[in-house]
């Protein structure tokens, strides 16, 4: 008989195992990371200044150069006609130099170039006698700026002096870019730790002490009959090999004893004695179980959740490295579109993508049902690959469409492939455990990808970027190969029913679903991809960030949504206010991107995105759990999964709108006026949901009734 109290420590031995092993690893990994994050700003501080100072000498250079060009064809030093414009020009490649300026031997200043927010220092005159008393380079801090001073020469003689000034403050900007770059990357590498310590423990640790304690249930059921089918050649891998050599050996005791029996009946030969004999050989049978000598040995393995979750991770992490520069990619490849705006063609990728996704997702479920998750993965991930490459090497705005909408097909494919893997190895008991394996593998891509991806595009450019992808979708699919058993053709499981026009007109004669779904869900869609997707990458370019920065705006919204959902979820069930938690959630999506009106800058739209995660992890799991409450009826007519696909299919219109709404504002008013208007549109939404359900419940309709 089982022991459920001997089976429960063996999980808790497995669950402690786990915590100090991940604790362990990551303590010493954030430390090791941590100090060496801070000799690597150490030492970038130390050669930081000396670059700079060597790059003011080169531009100086440069520009000296050509002024002694024209003294040589005889134009006058103190006459030079359009000398402004040409500093203007020579400073314009190198943002960080705020002036060029030219003083006399007398430290007037002749000509000069300075950007607009800022000033000459009042030093310069005294900095360029010296320079000319000295006949030398000089290099001084002068108020804001660091100032290299470089003589100008002619036949010998110093007729003047070039002033390069770089601001001090992009001295630390630069240096403050780094420090987030470094801490982006350190949390990142928790994090990517953090799933191949997953995978790791679960393949050599977890799983085989499960299966040992499974199989020993088994055995003190009587059943002998099963071994460990676990390879390795760890201390846990001789371990379970001496465990089945064990069982092995009981069976062969077995089989030898009952060799021995028939043996003595033959030589007996009396009936009444081999009677007896039958019947204790039938009493040990019914009540253990031997392997078969004959037919092959059965061996127990389990399907561990956590061997999805990492190719997941990676291929989700794939996808999302270009979610802070597509819609600047786009605008680089822009070609005009009859009847859309410019600003609607730059968002048309994303709609297109997210259109295919909601095309593409119920054939992958029929094919995820009928092939089993690995092959429909490897499916997708054909598509996929090839996408990422087309996109990388696109030429045009229309190529780019084609290359995305592979993506986005292969994208549906491996999504639904991997949550037929978690609903293939899991029942009513585990099933939310699987899912909550599976989003935390998404969501912790999500604030991987936007991060690093915007690293890489600083780093070595977008279409590079691309090849990455490829690169890392690729190695998801080995992964899968190595991790997921093959399955046969599903030939015992009937075709699931598809939808059919019929539902839709079921569902949506429900005018609280339909509420639900115009003022809750589709609202959140729109902004996730109107703003978040597209609008926010081409306003914070356009308030001067570059993409590391971008990058680690947008991850803010993932930090947020996996840290609350839990946290908002398990409120909104234990205060069974399900709708409240919808309403407000989607009225505080909108209402951080309205502060863009009072403040146009970086601090705003990372305020805005902040906000979007919380309303979302507000609002997202209740409005899960409101379908069915407020679709009782229809539930019960055509079913629950019906029911959801229908809600989920119409959600994901929003996702193909939204950047067109968006794009529509721009237009109209602006980045930040559409910025700010999107946010009223969805805030109002909001409020309008709170009211209508509100109304609802004064009426008193019951539950799933249909108005």
């Known amino acids: 008989m089982s022991h459920p109290a001997d089976r429960s420590a063996a999980r808790s031995y497995s669950r402690r195992i786990n915590i100090r092993l991940f604790a362990l690893t990551l303590i010493i990994l954030a430390g090791a990371a941590a100090f060496a994050s801070w000799r690597a700003l150490d030492a970038f501080e130390r050669e930081l200044v000396p670059e700079i100072e060597q790059k003011s000498i080169t531009v100086g250079q440069s520009v000296n150069d050509l002024i002694e060009k024209a003294l040589s064809i005889g134009v006058p030093f103190q006459q030079m006609v359009g000398m402004e414009q040409f500093l203007g020009d020579a400073r314009a490649p190198h943002p960080e130099i705020r002036y060029l300026a030219i003083s006399s031997t007398e430290g007037g200043l002749l000509y000069k170039s300075i950007s607009s927010s800022s000033s000459m220092p009042d030093e310069l005159p005294g900095i360029a006698r010296q320079v000319i008393d000295g006949n030398h380079l000089k290099w001084a801090e002068l108020e804001d700026y660091q100032n290299t001073a470089l003589p100008i020469t002619f036949d010998g003689k110093t007729i003047g002096v070039l002033h390069v000034g770089v601001e001090r403050a ?98 007996i030969g009396n009936r009444v004695v081999s009677k007896e004999v039958e019947d204790i050989l039938a009493g040990v049978q019914e009540r253990f179980r031997f392997f078969s000598s004959e037919g092959p040995r059965r061996q127990l393995r389990e399907s561990s959740l956590i061997n999805i979750r990492t190719p997941l991770f990676i291929f989700i992490f794939a996808e999302e490295l270009s979610r802070p520069f597509f819609p600047i990619y786009v605008k680089e490849l822009y070609a005009p579109i009859p009847g859309l705006t410019p600003e609607m063609v730059i968002g048309l990728p994303i709609s297109v ?112 970027t691309f090849f990455v992808s490829t690169a890392l979708a690729l190695l998801a699919a080995i992964l899968v190969v190595n991790l997921i058993d093959p399955q046969p053709p599903r030939t015992d499981r009937a075709p699931k029913r598809g939808l059919r026009f019929g539902d839709f007109i079921t569902v949506l004669g429900n005018t609280r679903f339909l509420a639900l779904l115009l003022l809750g869900a589709i609202p959140g869609k729109i902004i996730l991809t109107g703003f978040l997707f597209y609008l926010a990458p081409l306003y914070l370019k356009l308030l001067g960030d570059n993409q590391s920065t ?96 229908v809600f989920r299919l119409i959600e994901r219109m929003g996702s193909v709108v939204g950047p067109f709404i968006v794009a529509a504002l721009i237009g109209a008013f602006g980045y930040s006026g559409a910025m700010a208007g999107t946010g009223i549109l969805i805030s109002s939404a909001g409020v309008l949901f709170l009211a209508v359900f509100l109304g609802f419940a004064a009426s008193g309709s019951s539950k799933g009734s249909k108005s």
């Open 353 to 464: 993508f997210m259109l295919m996704v909601a095309i593409a997702t119920p054939f992958a479920g029929s094919w995820a049902d009928r092939y089993g998750p690995r092959r429909v993965f490897m499916i997708g991930i054909v598509p996929a690959v090839i996408g990422f490459i087309g996109t990388g090497l696109a030429l045009s705005l229309y190529d780019l469409l084609f290359w995305r909408c592979l993506c986005a097909f292969g994208y549906a494919t491996i999504y639904i492939a991997c949550q037929g893997y978690i609903a293939d190895n899991t029942d009513s008991s585990n099933r939310a455990q699987g899912m909550a394996i599976f989003m935390g593998g998404v969501f912790a891509a999500g604030i991987c990808g936007a991060a690093i991806g915007g690293i890489l595009a600083d780093r070595i450019g977008f279409r590079l």
């Open 550 to 645: 971008i990058g680690r705006v947008l991850m803010a919204y993932g930090i947020v949504t996996i840290l609350m959902t839990p946290v908002f979820a398990k409120l909104a069930d234990k205060l069974g206010a399900h709708r409240w938690f919808v309403g407000l959630g989607t009225a505080i999506s909108g209402l951080g991107l309205i502060g863009i009106l009072y403040q146009q800058s970086t601090i705003s739209v990372l305020a805005g995105v902040i906000m979007l995660g919380l309303g979302h992890a507000m609002s997202i799991s209740p409005q899960l759990a409101m379908v069915p409450e407020i679709c009782a009826r229809e539930v019960a007519e055509i079913g629950q999964t019906t029911v959801l696909s």
């Open 170 to 267: 992009f001295v630390r900007q630069t240096i403050s870019e780094i420090l987030y770059d470094i801490l982006v990357v350190l949390l990142i590498s928790l994090l990517v730790t953090f799933e191949v310590l997953l995978i790791i423990v679960a393949i050599s640790i977890t799983t085989p002490i499960r299966l040992m304690d499974n199989v020993a249930d088994r055995l003190r059921e009587g059943d002998f009959s099963l071994a460990v089918l676990h390879r390795s050649n760890d201390e846990i891998g001789r371990f379970l090999e001496a465990f089945n050599a064990t069982i092995r050996s009981i069976n062969e005791s077995y089989d030898g004893l009952l060799n021995k029996v028939r043996s003595l009946q033959q030589k």
